[in-house]
């Protein structure tokens, strides 16, 4: 199993509509996670910023090529443009990875 972090910005005075859209993740958007192996995704902010974790149990080569192949991530990605912004790694079409610095088991 490996980790993945990312990180994006929530557009000003977006915060309470970003997390409207998340309380109502579409149910075809978990599946093709859960697909690409992901479980354990956690989304934080503090301020305008947010921090994205989860664990790939396929890898997360895997979990990105799965992803970036799937209409239903191109969909919700469009959908969450007028509320943030993330830059898309155009290798992989995923979230740039954040590089692990500590790990503490």
Same mark, same amino acid.
């Given at each position: 199993?490996?980790?993945? @972090?990312?990180?994006?910005?929530?557009?000003?005075? !977006?915060?309470? +509509?970003?997390?409207?859209?998340?309380?109502?993740?579409?149910? +075809?958007?978990?599946? $093709?996670?859960?697909?690409?192996?992901? &479980?354990?995704?956690?989304?934080?902010?503090?301020?305008?910023?947010?921090?994205?974790?989860?664990?790939?149990?396929?890898?997360?080569?895997? @979990? +990105?090529?799965?992803?970036?192949? &799937?209409?239903? $991530?191109?969909?919700?990605? @469009?959908?969450?443009?007028?509320? !943030?912004? !993330? +830059?898309?790694?155009?290798?992989?079409? @995923?979230?740039?990875? !954040?590089?692990?610095?500590?790990?503490?088991?």
């Amino acid at each position: 199993m490996e980790r993945f @972090a990312w990180k994006a910005t929530v557009k000003d005075g !977006m915060l309470a +509509e970003y997390k409207r859209r998340h309380d109502a993740i579409w149910p +075809e958007l978990k599946q $093709v996670l859960k697909d690409a192996g992901i &479980s354990n995704y956690t989304i934080w902010n503090t301020g305008n910023e947010l921090f994205g974790y989860f664990e790939c149990e396929k890898g997360v080569a895997y @979990a +990105e090529d799965y992803q970036a192949k &799937s209409e239903v $991530v191109d969909r919700w990605n @469009a959908y969450m443009k007028d509320v !943030m912004v !993330m +830059e898309l790694d155009p290798e992989t079409g @995923a979230q740039p990875k !954040m590089q692990q610095v500590f790990f503490l088991a």
